[in-house]
Structures are given as C-alpha cells and as structure tokens.
C-alpha cells in the first residue's frame, strides 16, 4: 500500500487555508516528499513526519512555487540530526544549480551554528541526483522511476512514479498531457495532478494570468491521461482557483466528464490509500 498525503494544495498566490504544492508519498516505512512549497513542514509535521525521517526530496521542476521552502527542509534536516543524514534531492537539471545556490545563500547560518555548536562540525549534507527518465535508484524498497513532462517553456520538467507492494503512484507536477507521462502512467493505479480550471482562468483579463493557461492541464485533460492509462484514482492537486469550501464539486464534475474512477479533491493533509 502506499499512501499519498496532500500537503499544500496551494499556489503562487499566499493562501491562508493553503500552503504551497507539495505532496507526501509513503510507503512502509520509506517517506518521499514531491516537491517542496510554501508551509511545506508546518505540513509535514502535521502529518507526523519530521525532516529526518524523509528518504528523498523529489523535484517535479523548479518553479519557485515548488521550491521555495526546500532550504528549509535542507537546514531544519541538518539540525535535527545527530550525524551526517545526507539528504538526497532529485529534480531535472538545473537541480544542482538550484541547491547549490541555497547552500550559498545559506552561508552565514552554517557558519553561526557550526561555530556555536560543538557537536556539529560539518555544512548540510545534500546529495543531488538530475534525472530525465527511468529507475532512480535510492536504496529503498519504494521503486522509483520518472519521466519527462511538458511544462514548457519551463524545461525541463519530469513526473514521478512510485511503485511498492504491488501498489504504484504517479505524480505529475505541473503539465499539459504528454507521452512522457502516459508512459510513466502505464500499469499505475494513481495519478496525482496539478491542475487549473481554464475556463475560470480565461475569464481573467489579466496578461500574467492567462499565460498560465497554456503549461497547466484542467480537470478534463488531467482525467484523460488518468483513463488513457486505465487508472483507477485521480487526485487533484495545486488547484488554480482554489475551491473555496463546498465547491470541491465543479473540479470533480469537470474531471468525471472524462474518468470513471474514483477523483479525489482535498483540502492540505487530504490523505489517500491507494492498494494494488
Ligand atoms: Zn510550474
Ligand atoms: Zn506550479
């Protein structure tokens, strides 16, 4: 079995019911975290896991969105453990750049505490790991795999899968449909998407708006990559809008149109058992 926790069902825009995108997938006693928003461990830490216990940090892209706390995972790790845990994150290319530039960034506080704590002698630990497409080997007995997405012009982008126990998840980050992740999707039961609803969106007569429209997937083309694969549960994730309480309902209508199978739409910490 794994379980998928929706940790920040957020988006670009602060929202005080939602943190940013992230989601937590667990399998046995294996933690993965997708991506790494906003809130991402006041999140976490609601769902009882800390950052010490987490496996890896796993990249959809790096937009800001997706990443803006990812330092905080990096030093909150650091600090919480009592020798070298190094964290392994991986993301498409560019992730080196990125973590390398948050170490710097975070160079001041490494040396403050390093000077000031006797028992830590040693800056984060990190371990990067690029990928485009196949196994990712971690070590664990979660299998996973990922693939390249179409976020263009944001590229380049990868999706995940996830594979325990006969059980396997897939998580998209932000998309439009593409073979990359129909393959990915092949077998899976689970689909975790981001989506926008276009029609909301188009209606926006704001030009920084509607440039969104062309690099995120709706309700419907989320839930035909869901069925073009056969799956069995399609979650939804980092809504743009986000529906206020009670409108969960028009995202589910919106991807029922085109799924039959389960669509579920949640709040931060909605958690979700997906079985073989
Ligand atoms: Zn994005
Ligand atoms: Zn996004």
């Known amino acids: ?42 999140r976490l830490a609601a769902a009882g896991v800390g950052p010490a216990q987490l496996n ?16 905080d995972v990096i030093t909150t790790r650091w600090i919480t453990t009592f020798e070298p845990s190094p964290l392994t994150i991986v993301g498409p290319a560019g992730t080196r750049r990125v973590v390398a530039g948050i170490g710097e960034s975070l160079g001041p506080d490494i040396g403050y505490r390093i000077a000031h704590h006797d028992d830590l002698d040693y800056p984060p630990p990190v371990e990067v790991i690029e990928a485009t497409e196949g196994e990712i080997y971690l070590g664990g007995d979660v299998r996973i795999s990922c693939a390249p997405t179409d976020h263009r012009p944001v590229e380049p982008t990868v999706a995940f899968r996830f594979d325990y126990g006969g059980a396997s998840v897939v998580a998209a980050g ?5 073979d990359g992740l129909d393959r ?7 689909l975790v998407h981001t989506v926008i609803r276009k029609e909301v969106v188009s209606a926006i007569p704001i030009p920084r708006v509607l440039d969104t429209l062309d690099y995120h997937s709706s309700p419907a083309e989320a839930a035909q990559t869901a069925a073009r694969a056969g799956m069995d549960t399609l979650v939804l994730t980092h809504y ?11 995202y589910r209508a919106l991807a029922a149109e085109h799924f039959d199978g389960t669509i579920e739409v949640g709040d931060d910490l909605h958690r979700v058992e997906v079985r073989p």
Do not use: K, W
């Open 1 to 42: 079995m794994l379980a998928v926790t929706l940790l920040g069902t957020g988006g670009p825009i602060p929202d005080p019911q939602r943190a940013g995108p992230s989601t937590l997938v667990s399998g046995g006693s294996e933690q993965y975290l997708v991506d790494a928003g906003r809130g991402v461990l006041m």
């Open 56 to 71: 890896a940090v796993l990249l959809t892209h790096l937009h800001s969105d997706h990443i803006t706390d990812l330092n």
């Open 174 to 178: 932000d998309t439009v449909p593409c």
């Open 184 to 190: 990915l999707c092949e077998g899976a039961q689970a």
């Open 240 to 250: 743009f809008p986000p529906p206020a309480a009670g409108d969960e309902d028009a």
